[in-house]
């Protein structure tokens, strides 16, 4: 806890006394340390890159000058980092975007079997890239719920392409929609999406974890599956801004179960 203190002498008939005043400091200096760690990873996320792209640069102009055959690799190399700049700065930008809307209700209505028929069409080659089977269930006379169209396809979006990416090459990603769960928590009648993997699944000391940003659980992995350490942290923020929520259920070696509550209401 963080506080300043006020001391200030005062005069009560005739005697000398002081009044003492706390403010509580802690949440703006939280706030400050939050921001602070905010800029040094970004910092760090764009400089490793960019380091990687100056070196093979310095190369290129001076000792590979004449090497066709590193000249190809070192500019592989070179568009692969500067694609992830690419990729980080749009995922800051969308997180901004939506850290920055109010929590209001989204007045429009999204027909969420018709949105994720059309997210599993658009990642059927990236799924097919892993020789992934992606399988879409229940999708059949689900209300719509309120929402934004495009901020719910980036939800699914990102989830399904985590469990591409960490499910495993060869494995099937399964997406089931099941409707009017009453969801306890919510105390409403509400959609659930669950998006499950057959990977290598988290260690339950990660799960609590993973929607912070920059958060991951093997950094290497992430970078390597063109990871940005942003997707869970904006599908949580979207859905904050839905009234719903991301539930999480991972079993190591079996694989892991991301569900998504939006309610009715
Ligand atoms: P990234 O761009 O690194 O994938 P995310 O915010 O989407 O960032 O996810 C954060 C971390 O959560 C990932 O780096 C990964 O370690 C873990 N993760 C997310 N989805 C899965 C999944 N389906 N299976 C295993 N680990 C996952």
New binding site residues.
């Given amino acids: 806890l963080v506080y300043d203190v006020f001391v200030r002498p005062v005069i009560v008939g005739d005697f000398a006394c002081v009044t003492v005043a706390f403010e509580d400091k802690t949440e703006v200096q939280e706030a400050g340390h939050m921001r602070r760690d905010f800029v040094a990873n970004v910092s760090h996320e764009l400089r490793t890159p960019l380091t990687a792209v100056l070196g093979f640069i310095e190369t290129l102009l001076g000792p590979a000058a004449d090497d066709t055959a590193a000249r190809t690799r070192f500019l592989e190399i070179m568009d692969r980092e500067a694609k992830r700049m690419n990729r980080i700065v749009g995922?800051l930008l969308s997180l901004s975007r939506v850290e920055a809307e109010r929590r209001v209700r989204p007045t429009d209505r999204v027909d969420i079997s018709a949105l994720l028929r059309s997210v599993v069409l658009t990642l059927h080659p990236v799924a097919r890239a892993r020789n992934v089977t992606l399988t879409l269930e229940g999708v059949e006379g689900v209300e719509e719920v309120p929402g934004d169209f495009d901020q719910l396809t980036q939800v699914f979006t990102?989830?399904i392409?985590?469990?591409i990416?960490?499910?495993g090459a060869g494995k099937e990603v399964h997406i089931c929609l099941t409707s009017h769960a009453v969801e306890p928590t919510m105390r409403s009648q509400a959609v659930r999406v669950d998006?499950s993997?057959q990977?290598?699944?988290?260690a339950s000391q990660?799960i609590p974890r993973?929607?912070e940003?920059?958060?991951?659980?093997?950094?290497h992995?992430?970078?390597e599956?063109?990871?940005?350490?942003?997707?869970?942290?904006?599908?949580k923020h979207i859905l904050n801004r839905h009234r719903g929520r991301l539930r999480?259920e991972?079993h190591t070696g079996r694989?892991?179960c991301?569900s998504v509550i939006l309610p009715y209401q």
């Fill in positions: 995922d990102n989830l392409e985590n469990a990416k960490y499910g998006v993997d990977g290598d699944g988290i990660h993973l929607t940003r920059f958060y991951r659980v093997d950094s992995r992430s970078r599956m063109g990871g940005t350490g942003l997707g869970l942290a904006i599908v999480i991972s694989g892991s991301f």
